[in-house]
């Protein structure tokens, strides 16, 4: 167990819903990453926040957006959903920004768009 | 453009063999961050072992070794005494020290089985 949680673990849903994905990082982390993984391929960087502020964008869509709110905790949102934008998304997190710190992942939540 | 790459979509090794598995990347950065990712069928990513580009010892973790030839660009892992519990995917990484971006590029994977 890293210590990060992520609910739901699974989310079936139509195409064109909206739906939002919830990450709470490790106890005392600042720092929140958000990750996609299609099938049986790498993990692609979306967006990462530091301490409530967006500190950097990867291939994150038009589509997506997320936040970090106060408590930490982190939401991504995806919306007018596609066939294409099922996956396995991933929240990390860790105690600082910079590559020194190692990031603990999250169990995951698999999204099925139908 | 930073890149990683995987070739070997799958391999299998006999429990307490010893297997390696490959990784190539691709960048002008002389000083970064590389790291094998295992993934079990539960789909938690777990750290295995990483690198420091500018430090020339191999990291080792207990069996998990890499063999880091930065001027060839490899970063291979060898697993030795392989158990059933190795059985995943494996993902090698590349992270950037550059503060200004944020580049984590992740290899395809490889499949690891382990055969009783």
Redesign the interface.
């Known amino acids: 167990d ?1 210590g990060v949680t992520q609910t739901p673990k699974h989310l079936i849903t139509a195409t064109g819903q909206r739906v939002t994905l919830r990450c709470s990082p490790r106890s005392g982390d600042l720092s929140v ?1 958000w990750y996609q993984q299609s099938l ?6 979306l967006i ?1 926040y530091y301490n409530g502020e967006e ?4 291939n994150i869509l038009e589509r997506f957006s997320a936040q970090q709110f106060p408590d930490l905790h982190s939401e991504l949102n995806l919306s007018s959903l596609e066939l294409g934008d099922s996956a ?1 998304y ?1 929240c ?1 997190s860790s105690v600082g ?4 710190y ?2 603990y ?1 999250g ?2 939540t ?1 999204l099925t768009v139908t | 453009a930073q890149t990683v790459t995987q070739s070997q979509p799958e391999m299998s090794v006999q429990e307490a063999e010893t297997v390696t598995l490959s990784c190539t990347y691709d960048t002008s950065e002389s000083d970064y961050y590389l790291f094998w990712y295992k993934q079990p069928p539960s789909r938690q990513m777990i750290l295995v072992i990483r690198q420091e580009a500018y430090k020339q010892q191999n990291a080792t973790e207990n069996r998990f070794s890499v063999n880091f030839q930065k001027a060839a660009k490899s970063f291979s892992l060898k697993i030795s005494d392989s158990q059933l519990g190795d059985a995943a995917m494996y993902f090698c990484a590349y992270r950037s020290t550059d503060s200004g971006t944020y580049k984590y590029i992740f290899g395809t994977g490889t499949r690891l089985k382990v055969l009783a």
């Open positions: 890293s990453y049986d391929q790498g993990l692609q960087f990462q500190r950097a964008k990867g396995l991933f990390a920004t910079g590559v020194a190692e990031q992942f169990p995951g698999r």
